[in-house]
Structure formats: structure tokens, C-alpha cells
């Protein structure tokens, strides 16, 4: 399983730090990402690690405000989050790629269908 955390509330401007660690788990992860979910909207892109070289992408919407981070699949994959916007509020999920193999392609680790593995969510909050 993957266990998110880190959620809360957080005024515009402030930083969060979210944690996803994975737990009684043995197998190879390709990649961990981040999406996230506002009310009425369809899940979306944050960031992605891969783990053939430590590969980061990131949605232009957190591009140079949120950093991944992550020593391997096996210990928990940060997300700093900083400079947060009002737009920024959503549940925010934690993905695994286990099938494999690595892609080159970008679009590949931005779709929700590539990932075999899903967190149960944290929700933030950013007030205006």
C-alpha cells in the first residue's frame, strides 16, 4: 500500500511538505508520481520521479514551486510544496508505477492509467 501525509491547512503563500511512503510491499516501482483532485475536477498531473537516474516532470501549474524528492522506491517520495495558491486546494494522491517498463515518453508518466498503485489521499487546504 501507499500511505500519504503531510496535508493540512496552509495560508496563500505558505508551504506544506507532503510524504508518501510505501508499506508491505515487494516489488520494483518504476516510478512514483503525485496528482491531485479538486472538488469537481478530474484528477491531474503534479510530479513524477523515475527511478532509472532520480528523472523529475513536473506540471507547468507547480513548475519551480514544488520539488519531488525521493532516495529510491522504497523510502518515502516527498513533495515540497511552496509559494501555494488558492488553486492549489485539492486531495492529493500518491501513484506507482510497477509494470514497467520506463518509457521516454513525458505523456506516459503524466496519465493516471500508467500507474498500478494509489495512496488513499491528503487533502490541502489553501486559504486566501
Do not use: H
Not at 527511478?51 to 525521493?70: L, P
Not at 509494470?99 to 486566501?128: A, E, H, K, M, N
Amino acid at each position: 500500500q501507499l500511505q500519504a501525509s503531510g496535508g493540512g491547512l496552509v495560508q496563500a503563500g505558505g508551504s506544506l511538505r507532503l510524504s508518501c511512503a510505501a508499506s508491505g510491499r515487494t516489488f520494483n516501482t518504476y516510478a512514483t508520481a503525485w496528482f491531485r483532485q479538486a472538488p469537481g475536477k478530474e484528477r491531474e498531473f503534479v510530479a513524477v520521479i523515475k527511478w532509472n537516474g532520480g528523472n523529475t516532470d513536473y506540471a507547468d501549474s507547480v513548475k519551480g514551486r514544488f520539488t519531488i524528492s525521493g532516495d529510491d522506491a522504497k523510502n518515502p517520495v516527498d513533495l515540497q510544496m511552496n509559494s501555494l495558491k488558492p488553486e492549489d486546494t485539492a486531495v492529493y494522491y500518491c501513484a506507482a508505477d510497477d509494470d514497467g517498463p520506463f518509457r521516454l515518453s513525458t505523456c506516459y508518466y503524466r496519465q493516471t492509467t500508467t500507474y498500478d498503485y494509489w495512496g488513499q489521499g491528503t487533502l490541502v487546504t489553501v486559504s486566501s
